[in-house]
């Protein structure tokens, strides 16, 4: 039977039948004629731009081809987000449909499920450009001839106003943490801005309490220590009188080490002290942000009487 045929088969199903770019003769499937004809030209399409139809890849398929591709090329943080943003959100919904017949549609589903499902708008919106990156390699790779997110909005991120430290709760938290054994956590996040997991991955060789000094070289992310995602990250820099008198309150109580961890992993303690102080809970991340916000936009006095 010669390529391009379109015959009706026993069965009542208008068939036709075409060679792929390898020579395999391959059969297309419709009710009627005019629709068997769409496919076959967008067969022939396919197969003249070099597309290999994806007859059996799905789309959780394709996300592990995808994430071990880029294994080498971005940071293990950056790949273990991403593995867990596939395997928890796009796997278990969407990993059997099969590439070729992904939809926008099917697409648009997903995104409703997850928000009905609580996920945050911004979490969603990850999901959809992570999504979407995974197709365009699909694309890149002649999988499919066109991403079926192009078309598909993600849901709006709805932002919240920040609840910012005023200069008094600064200093009712910096008074509240004094002589804790987290004391030079809290401080160092709150007038130092360094991230929890940079004030936890500091070691005693880090610090220059002569020159009043911190090096920041490593953080700590998902109880395990790395290296910081960037270069700009690491950084040396100047102590505030209250945070250098901190770290030295914390060096002699644990009979000033030359070396070793300063800290360990924190999860509670901060909330706990924002609390004793009439601020809400939240995350020690949260906090640490929203009172270094506040430090940044107040002014210099102002910061100097809040911190010295």
């Known amino acids: 039977m010669s390529e391009g045929s379109v015959f009706v088969r026993g069965d009542g199903r208008v068939c036709a039948v ?11 499937y419709a009710k009627t004629k005019t629709e068997v004809r769409r496919k076959l030209r967008q067969a022939l399409k396919n197969r003249d731009e070099g597309i290999i139809p994806p007859s059996k890849m799905t789309v959780g398929n394709l996300l592990d081809e995808w994430l071990e ?22 796997k278990p919904t969407i990993g059997t449909k099969k590439l070729g017949t992904l939809t926008g549609d099917d697409v648009r589903k997903l995104y409703r499920q997850k928000l009905r499902e609580g996920l945050a708008s ?12 995974a197709l365009r390699y699909a694309m890149r790779l002649n999988y499919i001839h066109a991403n079926p997110t192009a078309d598909v909005k993600p ?25 804790h054994r ?6 160092l996040g709150a007038v130092c801005g360094l991230r929890i997991g940079e004030a936890l991955s ?3 060789e880090d610090l220059d309490l002569r020159a009043g000094t911190v090096r920041v070289r490593r953080t700590v992310w998902r109880y395990n220590v790395y290296p910081p995602k960037t270069p700009s990250s690491r950084r040396t820099l100047k102590l505030p009188l209250i945070a250098l008198e901190a770290l030295r309150r914390h060096c002699e109580t644990n ?12 999860r509670t303690e901060t909330p706990r002290h924002l609390k004793a102080i009439g601020v809400g809970g939240g995350s020690a991340h949260y906090r640490k942000r929203v ?8 002014s210099c006095a102002t910061v100097r009487r809040a911190c010295c």
């Open 291 to 298: 009172c270094l916000s506040q430090l940044r936009f107040i």
């Open 155 to 179: 849901p709006t991120v709805k932002t919240r106003e920040m609840e910012v430290l005023t200069p008094e709760q600064v200093k009712r938290l910096l008074a509240t943490v004094r002589g």
């Open 18 to 28: 075409y060679k792929d770019a390898k020579g395999k003769t391959r059969y297309l």
């Open 255 to 266: 009979g000033n080490p030359e070396n070793g961890w300063c800290a360990s992993l924190l």
């Open 182 to 187: 987290w004391e030079c956590v809290v401080v």
């Open 122 to 133: 911004s979490t969603v919106k990850r999901i959809h450009e992570l999504l979407k990156q």
């Open 202 to 204: 500091l070691r005693y």
């Open 69 to 90: 591709d880029m294994r080498g090329d971005v940071s293990h943080r950056t790949w273990l987000n991403r593995e867990g943003f596939a395997r928890l959100h796009l």
